[in-house]
């Protein structure tokens, strides 16, 4: 295994779309036939749920990153006016790249996605037009991601997190 390795197991980790996990083993198992060391991640607030992290893949292991610290979250959350920072015009690119965005990205990214997102399909309903169904499937996706993130790390409730962000996202400006 790669001994460069910045997490132990025990430690809370963000990854990538799966948001706040634990590392809560480390072991070699035999997948496709082909013995590998593994990173198992438990997601928070998912009971029971695994993912196996190969140690030797460098693309998934660049996923798992550091908790976000509470400022920061604070911050993204108080100006939701930087979604113009990663937002993505055209409709047929922006599912795919936010999803990318979202595997590689931090929770902050996650954040003002799920602001411009939301007002988009605000505009849309506004301007007579139907909600797009690919969007609102990528919504919910975030919104358990950032919502999760969210109660991790302010120490609150699934519920009180959505709260909270529904309380900064009706004082957001359109984007």
């Known amino acids: 295994m790669d001994n460069t390795i910045r997490f132990n197991i025990g430690d809370a980790v963000r990854y990538g779309a799966n948001g706040i996990c634990v590392v809560s083993d480390r072991l070699r198992r035999k997948f496709s036939g082909k013995n590998e060391d593994y990173f198992v991640l438990s ?8 993912i196996y992290v190969p140690a030797d893949n460098g693309t998934l292991i ?13 911050d993204a959350l108080d100006h939701p006016e930087r979604v113009s920072e990663v937002w993505i015009n055209d409709e047929s690119e922006r599912n795919g790249r936010f999803r990318e965005m979202l ?3 931090t929770c902050e990214t996650a954040i003002y996605i799920l602001f411009g997102m939301l007002s988009n399909r605000n505009k849309r309903i506004k ?3 139907s909600p797009r169904s690919a969007d609102d499937i990528l919504i919910n996706d ?4 950032v919502f999760g993130d969210i ?3 302010f120490g609150i409730t699934y519920n009180e997190a959505e709260s909270l962000f529904n309380t900064k996202c009706s004082q957001t400006k359109e984007a």
């Open 43 to 50: 997601p928070v607030g998912e009971r029971g749920s695994k």
């Open 103 to 105: 595997n590689s990205g």
């Open 127 to 129: 301007a007579g037009k």
């Open 62 to 74: 660049a996923r798992i990153g550091p908790v976000p610290e509470r400022g920061n979250i604070a």
């Open 151 to 153: 109660a991790y790390i």
């Open 142 to 145: 975030i919104k358990k991601t």
